[in-house]
Nanobody, 116 residues
Framework: QVQLVESGGGLVQPGGSLRLSCAAS????????MGWYRQAPGKQRELVAA???????KYADSVKGRFTISRDNPENTMYLQMNSLKPEDTAVYYC??????????WGQGTQVTVSS
């Protein structure tokens, strides 16, 4: 069982920045892929950014150049630095850990609201 605890969400004005954190209960080097997803009201959950154990990353087109995924291996923590935030980035953001194709875990989610 892997536990994921997100933090860092909140209310920010358009153009502002936030950094989300996801602390894992296991070594993140043992996790095949860690990612951030988001779900806005009335919409499906979507991938925002992901990082594989080897360091390769991928981003949704809508956040490329604005968001950066990173990790601190000794702290077993993954981050999502979000810059130039837009109202359409408003959503609940979830941390995901994919151990294998059939084993994955989710955090509880953290609300990000971009509004003036």
């Amino acid at each position: 069982q892997v536990q994921l605890v997100e933090s860092g969400g909140g209310l920010v004005q358009p153009g502002g920045s936030l950094r989300l954190s996801c602390a894992a209960s296991v070594s993140i080097l043992s996790i095949y892929c860690m990612g951030w997803y988001r779900q806005a009201p009335g919409k499906q959950r979507e991938l925002v950014a992901a990082m594989y154990s080897g360091g390769r990353t991928k981003y949704a087109d809508s956040v490329k150049g604005r968001f950066t995924i990173s990790r601190d291996n000794p702290e077993n923590t993954m981050y999502l630095q979000m810059n130039s935030l837009k109202p359409e980035d408003t959503a609940v953001y979830y941390c995901n850990a994919e151990m294998t194709v059939v084993e994955e875990y989710w955090g509880q989610g953290t609300q990000v609201t971009v509004s003036s």
